[in-house]
């Protein structure tokens, strides 16, 4: 269970990287800005809070920027828990609005959230002696099983505390280790790897380096949050083929290739055919004219052959959400859904 998650986290992150940089790259640049000219968001507890004058325009300034990089990092967390749950394609190319009406309910949900977990924290922790530790666990437990707001808020999925609560009964211990356990050692072991490598390079070429320790708590974020959207998928499965709530899908044309005694034709998967349903149209046309010999036969790969002609074939592959038809001197396919594109 627990490797099965870590093992999704890693390969979610690794599979998506291109489209992770791709969509994240604004929020990127944006946190990566905002840390170069304020260098004290990098450390904030070189902050002094109590001395902040709001009359200010510099103080004001300040504000508003805090408000943008929690913004920005909220942008963060709803992309990667899309592309973590339903794929690069719920994302936009250059990623979602920071300001969207998504960002605005993950920040109003987690403000909540504080209250909820505030109230019984600052009751157990003037119980004397063992109070504070109480506390604690309490606040602990609270977060851990009221997690899954943030998951189902990105996917735009019901997303109410109750309906965490109810979704991890029984999963505590397992959240725990995702949201608390994982990140902790994921942000240990590669933060003090690659922040002593930042100062090594901060010294020998320029202080203005520090800037990749944005990237460097961004990779962090990406990994923390896709472990939780892997507990999430793990302990709360979707649906096969499930549409995308509000978002419309895209079906890519068929596209058909012919050049001497080939012919090639890619469909999308999600026009209305199955490997299956392909692969028994392609067998009941191609029997009647002699390629009963079936040389390769596998869940995604099927190949005809003609024993009467060594060079023909006919190929069926389902890669990278497309089927893929091949076939050489022979006659070309007729298939259901070529007859719906040309009646259309």
């Known amino acids: 269970m627990y490797k099965k998650i870590i093992v999704n986290t890693f390969d979610t992150v690794f599979k998506n990287s291109q489209s992770l940089l791709q969509k994240l790259l604004i929020p990127i640049i944006l946190i990566s800005i905002i840390n170069f ?37 909220l942008s963060i967390a709803i992309t990667t828990h899309r592309i973590a749950i339903l794929g690069s394609s719920s994302v936009p190319k250059f990623g979602s609005y920071i300001f969207g009406l998504r960002e605005f309910k993950f920040l109003f949900k987690s403000i909540l959230m504080m209250i909820i977990i505030a109230i019984p924290v600052m009751l157990l922790v003037f119980i004397p002696s063992v109070g504070v530790f109480i506390a604690i666990f309490i606040a602990i437990i609270l977060t851990a099983r009221l997690s899954f707001i943030y998951p189902a808020i990105a996917c735009d999925e019901d997303s109410s505390f109750y309906n965490s609560w109810k979704n991890t009964k029984g999963h505590t211990l397992l959240i725990l280790f995702t949201i608390i356990l994982f990140p902790l050692i994921f942000s240990v072991s590669v ?17 203005n380096l520090n800037i990749l320790y944005s990237l460097l708590n961004v990779f962090i974020t990406v990994f923390s949050i896709s472990a939780l959207s892997s507990a999430y998928l793990y302990i709360k499965p979707r649906p096969l083929n499930k549409v995308i709530k509000n978002e419309p899908e895209t079906v890519r044309n068929i596209i058909e290739k012919k050049q001497k005694d080939l012919y090639k034709i890619i469909i999308h998967d999600k026009q209305k ?7 028994k149209e392609l067998e009941e046309q191609y029997h009647k004219i002699g390629f009963t010999d079936i040389a390769y036969d596998r869940e995604n790969a099927f190949i005809l052959k003609n024993e009467e002609n060594e060079e023909a074939y006919i190929s069926l592959r389902y890669e990278n959400d497309e089927f893929t038809i091949q076939t050489k001197k022979t006659d070309e396919p007729i298939l259901k859904v070529l007859q719906n594109k040309s009646s259309k």
């Open 37 to 73: 000219y304020l260098p004290q968001f990098i450390t904030p507890t070189d902050i002094d809070v109590e001395n902040i004058d709001l009359s200010t325009n510099e103080s004001i300034l300040s504000l508003v920027l805090v408000f943008i990089l929690i913004m920005t990092n």
């Open 273 to 279: 055919v199955t490997f299956k349903s392909l692969k």
């Open 191 to 207: 933060g003090l790897v690659y922040s002593l490598l930042i100062e090594f390079l901060i010294k020998l070429i320029s202080p």
